[in-house]
């Protein structure tokens, strides 16, 4: 009974991830997951990233002291408790078997996404004809970014099957990921056009070494699959057309250049840095960052354009769209330490195709303020419990 309810939360925690339902919350099935480690699951603790972890979060609270934005300060720990209280918990705690475990819920998590990105594509094509970049939902509260994260993930889940089962399920797995692959490209988030193939060489290479009688099919097989999606991103409007506005951007990243502005981030990341080099040991307090980033942007005279319509950067709010300049403007040099050491442990914890998904979420966090987002934060939360439950080694509970 404790073991099957630990894996009917862990199940629903995956599955509720892609949904991002607004009655029904992936943090819900997060909860439910935790409460069930808590109950049933055997106190093993490892320390230094029980410590970790436990370190972020009192931090997260600490910093919150000598922030100008108190409120805002304490809606930021409530945002990233559960990443770290699962950090904590995960870690203190294991089940019966977890990298079995670890693997299955992975799995859900994948499958899940699979499904809800097939749905998502249908729908599209019946609306609109064919697939609207600007209206895809894979939850009903995910933005783009984070919807073709998720989709990079289950790949990396569902890319090790390949190499493992049965031919007929190395097949269904195979086709899976390719289907993940072109949803990527559909919904054309360019950090993740970049890193993707980066990614995907990197993992095939690693394959090729270490797995000498199937170089011939990865050779083959890789090749295929690079060049297709390749020849994909360079010929759909959608996808070709970012590529287009990326290259016109580093173009001009000094300037107008061709009626080309480079992307608005490059000047969030200039005057965020500037914000650090003011605080760099104890930052500006927690909660209090994009305050001082928007004080810092009315001095900003870049002039940017919505189509033809003209615009500055100090006419709207905006967060540091980078984890780790932001947790260095908050929480000063210890935060940023901090968090280094939760993504290097991430890191070095787990093997095979999620180190890779915990490298394409180091990329996604150098574009985007991960922790600002329940989307991010939720994933953030489900990846630890993995990585934990899969460092553990196998013993009985009775």
């Not at 759909?236 to 608005?264: A, W």
């Amino acid at each position: 009974m404790q073991q099957n309810l630990f894996r009917f939360t862990g199940y629903a925690a995956a599955f509720l991830l892609p949904l991002a339902l607004v009655w029904l919350s992936p943090i819900y099935g997060l909860i439910a997951w935790a409460v069930s480690f808590l109950a049933f699951g055997k106190w093993t603790p490892k320390i230094w990233p029980m410590l970790l972890f436990a370190g972020f979060v009192d931090w997260e609270l600490i910093s919150v002291y000598w922030s100008t934005n108190r409120p805002a300060g304490w809606a930021d720990v409530v945002m990233v408790l559960p990443f770290g209280l699962m950090g904590v918990l995960a870690n203190g705690l294991t089940a019966e078997d977890p990298q079995r475990w670890a693997r299955r819920f992975a799995d859900a998590f994948a499958w899940a996404t699979t499904l809800c990105w097939t749905a998502i594509f249908c729908y599209s094509l019946a609306k609109f004809g064919w697939v609207s970049y600007n209206d895809f939902a894979l939850g009903e509260r995910l933005g783009i970014h984070f919807q073709s994260l998720y989709l990079i993930i289950a790949a990396l889940i569902l890319e090790r099957r390949i190499w493992s089962e049965s031919a007929g399920v190395s097949w269904v797995n195979a086709v899976a990921v390719l289907w993940l692959l072109v949803g990527i490209i559909f919904l054309s988030a360019r950090i993740h056009l970049l890193s993707v193939p980066v990614l995907m060489m990197a993992r095939l290479f690693e394959l090729y070494r270490r797995n000498p009688s199937w170089r011939k099919h990865i050779i083959r097989w890789g090749t295929i699959a690079i060049a297709v999606l390749g020849a994909m991103v360079l010929t759909l409007p959608g996808p070709s057309r970012r590529i287009e506005d990326l290259v016109n951007e580093l173009r001009s990243v000094d300037g107008m250049m061709g009626g080309k502005q480079t992307n608005h981030r490059i000047f969030i990341w200039k005057y965020g840095i500037d914000i650090i080099k003011k605080a760099p040991l104890l930052g500006v307090g927690n909660g209090n960052g994009e305050d001082v980033l928007h004080e810092e942007l009315l001095t900003c005279d870049a002039k940017f354009y919505n189509k033809k319509e003209p615009y500055y950067l100090h006419e709207f709010r905006y967060d540091f769209h980078n984890v780790w300049i932001q947790c260095w403007a908050e929480g000063g040099i210890i935060a940023f330490l901090l968090m280094a050491g939760i993504f290097l442990w991430g890191l070095t914890q787990s093997s095979g195709s999620m180190s890779y998904a915990w490298m394409a979420l180091l990329i996604s966090s150098t574009t985007e303020s991960l922790l600002d987002k329940q989307a991010g934060v939720f994933l953030l939360t489900f990846m630890v419990a993995l990585t934990a439950l899969s460092s553990r080694e196998r013993q009985s509970l009775r």
